[in-house]
């Protein structure tokens, strides 16, 4: 095999602070056995590490340093073209059981599929550096915060992996020396990062996670959507918790109450830009936080939900980023920020589609070519990332390091959806609100492979991440509920709907926030909202839209319920329901045929 991750050899101190915990050492030795790597380096998060890492990457070209007036400590990394993207169809819940995986899973047997990936780890590092990377997940007194270890051959892995978690010595003493204690062992190995042998399966029984064949964010850093949200869910529903696909804000009012609020919207459907809201002028006074954008841990306290975030970092799309549709994340990524797969400058800047200012005469697109503006191909990967350390956000919320988590007032689920779905609109009670996050579906993006603007279910925005039976899931979601004596609102949203033009009718962004104050009224008690079929829904003057250049028909359609839209959206909810094999509770089938006859009220 071409070995495309040569083995680095760091000085004494470096790379060598081994845990003391037998069943971590029992393993990476196992591994080690398997892959027989040239040496192994335990990383241990520090600074030093990181600058030698660093160093050893731009030799090895992994990174391309950047301009260092223009973006201060900050790296271009180019994945391989054929690897840019999550890879829905080999991501595998390997559960005893293909009842276990459900519907919505690809499954494989456990036996075999340990079989068939040892087969093809066998020497697989062999020439390399085998990395051991601990992190926890959560914030470092939380009883919510979980031990991951990652194995990789991949140095990107490693240093997204610090930007990403709370990686290293943290991790190592949160662990202790039980050998029993509960911990996630993650294996990756970049292979030759050929598309045929790319396998992303989990083991949720034995909180293993092995990837193989891909360098490119959520197929690699195992912390996040592997065990945050596919593992993270299974020990959820067994703990009784909650591991969500949602991003988490605080909303606080000029005279000071606060509100936090999880948001759960499919991948690239504007989680990262609702945390980092800026409201707009007319809401002086206001104040917008950011928790999370991406993942939110969630238990029961006193009859709430308190939610974690538990990542370190944000992993955030980056072209459609400016100053004007996101100056929170501009700020964030203007220095010390890992760029995957956008255009490096002749000044050795970076760009990409959407950013601000006129595009660069000439750069290099995210492929290595040459590129100008009148280039037929994108610049930037439409799925280029940042990585950027959440402490670099200016609206990071003060709560954010809090152990046990910050209280949620609200839930809102929101899919991208051309057509159908109104602006906003209030579930009738939790159950009705676990039937919105059930039924949501959304045009698809380009953060997995495959068609992009295919209108799909994707129940709570969890459809690529839930890591066991759908059906169970939902199931988890009502029991909650009954758990809950001051439950969250739960709402829906849409930002993406279309008018005749064939153009978004919502401002989006940071107006967005006119939306999340409705949200707020209602929590209050004091927002005002009209009974229809589908849920509370504002009427236009419930909604504050004062100093928006938006005209009344715009509005009209933002918020109308069409009927025809609506008969064809509850067959469709019918057929996913039909097309899930009879795991659907019954009560979620009542919320259906109470829906339907609502219309035929
Ligand atoms: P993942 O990291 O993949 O989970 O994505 P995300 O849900 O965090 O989405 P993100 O905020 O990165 O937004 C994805 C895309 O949607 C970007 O191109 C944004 O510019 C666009 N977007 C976000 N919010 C809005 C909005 O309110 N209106 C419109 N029209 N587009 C938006
Ligand atoms: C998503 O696709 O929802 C992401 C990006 O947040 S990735 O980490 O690649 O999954
Ligand atoms: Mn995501």
């Known amino acids: 095999m071409k070995n495309i991750a040569p083995a680095i050899f760091p000085p004494n101190g470096i790379g060598d602070t081994k845990p003391t915990n037998q069943a971590v050492l029992d393993w990476v030795h196992e591994i080690g056995n398997l892959t027989k790597p040239e040496n192994i380096f335990w990383c241990d998060g520090s600074e030093r590490e990181n600058e030698f890492l660093i160093a050893e990457s731009l030799k090895q070209n992994v990174l391309i340093k950047l301009n260092e007036k223009k973006v201060p400590r900050s790296y271009l990394h180019r994945s391989n073209p054929n690897d840019v993207a999550r890879v829905e169809k080999v991501t595998f819940i390997c559960t005893p059981t293909k009842e276990e995986a ?6 494989s047997d456990p036996a075999d599929t340990y079989s068939k990936l040892y087969g093809l780890l066998n020497g697989a590092m062999g020439g390399r550096t085998m990395f051991v990377v601990p992190y926890i997940m959560g914030p470092p007194d939380s009883p919510l915060t979980k031990v991951g270890f990652e194995i990789t051959d991949s140095k990107y892995v490693v240093l997204s992996m610090r930007i990403m978690t709370r990686m290293g010595k ?10 029993k204690a ?4 993650g294996v990756h190995s970049l292979l030759d990062v050929d598309p045929d042998r790319r396998f992303i399966c989990h083991f949720p029984q034995d909180n293993t996670i092995i990837s193989i064949g891909s360098g490119y964010g959520g197929n690699v850093l195992l912390s996040k959507k592997c065990f945050a949200l596919r ?3 299974y020990l959820a529903r067994k703990q009784g918790w909650m591991a969500e696909h949602m991003l988490i804000l605080g909303v606080e009012s000029p005279e000071g109450r606060k509100h936090y609020v999880a948001a759960a919207f499919p991948s690239a459907c504007g989680k990262t830009n609702f945390a980092m809201l800026i409201p707009p002028a007319h809401f002086n006074g206001w104040k917008v936080t950011t928790v999370g954008d991406d993942i939110a841990w969630m238990e029961i306290r006193d009859g709430r939900l308190f939610a974690v975030n538990p990542e370190n970092g944000y992993f955030g799309v980056v072209p459609g980023t400016s100053y004007k549709s996101n100056p929170n994340a501009m700020k964030s990524i203007e220095h010390d920020t890992l760029y995957t797969n956008v255009a490096l400058t002749d000044d050795n800047d970076v760009w990409w589609e959407g950013k601000d200012g006129a595009p660069p005469k000439h750069a290099i697109d995210w492929r290595g070519n040459d590129w100008t503006p009148d280039s037929k191909e994108k610049a930037a990967h439409p799925n280029s990332r940042f990585a950027t350390p959440m402490r670099n956000n200016p609206a990071l919320d003060p709560d954010v390091e ?3 988590g910050v209280p949620i007032s609200a839930i809102i689920f929101g899919g991208r959806r051309s057509d159908t779905v109104p602006l906003v609109y209030e579930a009738f009670d939790w159950n009705h609100g676990v039937y919105l996050g059930a039924t949501m579906a959304s045009e698809t993006t380009a953060a997995a492979t495959g068609t992009v603007g295919k209108v799909r279910r994707d129940p709570m925005a969890m459809l690529p991440f839930c890591g066991y039976n759908i059906g169970d899931y939902f199931r988890h979601w009502m029991d909650i509920g009954k758990r809950l004596t001051n439950p969250p609102l739960i709402f829906n949203v849409n930002w993406f709907r279309k008018g005749e033009n064939g153009k978004f009718l919502w401002p989006g962004f940071g107006e967005n926030m006119r939306v999340l104050k409705w949200v707020i009224d209602r929590c209050e008690q004091t927002g005002g909202a009209l009974k229809s079929p589908v849920g509370w829904l504002p009427s236009p003057h419930d909604l504050d839209l004062e100093e928006l250049d938006i005209d009344h028909k715009s509005v009209a359609d933002l918020l109308g319920i069409d009927h025809e839209e609506w008969q064809k959206e509850l ?6 329901f039909d097309s899930l094999g009879g795991v659907v509770p019954e009560e979620l089938q009542k919320q259906r045929e109470q829906l339907v006859a609502r219309f035929n009220e």
């Open 102 to 107: 459900g519907p919505t899973n690809n499954w």
């Open 170 to 179: 943290i991790a190592l003493k949160r662990l202790g020396n039980d050998p």
């Open 182 to 185: 509960e911990w996630n062992r």
């Open 231 to 233: 593992i993270g869910s």
């Open 402 to 404: 809090k152990g046990e």
């Open 571 to 576: 067959a469709e909810h019918k057929m996913f």
